[in-house]
């Protein structure tokens, strides 16, 4: 199974911006997706890039957030722009499998107001 690390978390006040990183383990071919979960909620989906490059965002980050990859690089991105605190949360990495999805070990994000 294909190793996912993520990285650029970190703590920043509302309407900052941080840029996450997640690098795999081996060439993806399958869709990437980030997905985050704030303290005593569920896990939840922000955002997903296809293998083509197709993107599509959760309604609320949406103009916000930018995701990208970089397939010669085995990395994917996220570009988060004017955060608020409810975007608080551990985000994770996703990597769409023919059996199951990979996950990666998240990284804490902190916006403070």
């Known amino acids: 199974q294909v190793q996912l690390v993520e990285s650029g978390g970190g703590l920043v006040q509302a309407g900052g911006s941080l840029r996450l990183s997640c690098a795999a383990s081996?060439?993806?071919?399958?869709?990437m997706m980030w997905y985050r979960q704030a303290p005593g909620k569920q896990r939840e989906w922000v955002a997903l890039?296809?293998?083509?490059?197709?993107?599509n965002y959760q309604n609320s980050v949406r103009g916000r957030f930018t995701i990208s990859r970089d397939n010669a690089k085995n990395t994917m991105y996220l570009q988060m722009n004017n955060l608020k605190p409810e975007d608080t949360g551990v985000y994770y990495c996703?990597?769409?499998?023919?059996?199951?999805?990979?996950w990666g070990q998240g990284t804490q994000v902190t916006v403070s107001s």
């Open positions: 996703v990597v769409q499998g023919a059996r199951s999805d990979s």
């Open positions: 890039i296809s293998s083509g490059g197709s993107t």
């Open positions: 081996e060439k993806i071919v399958s869709t």
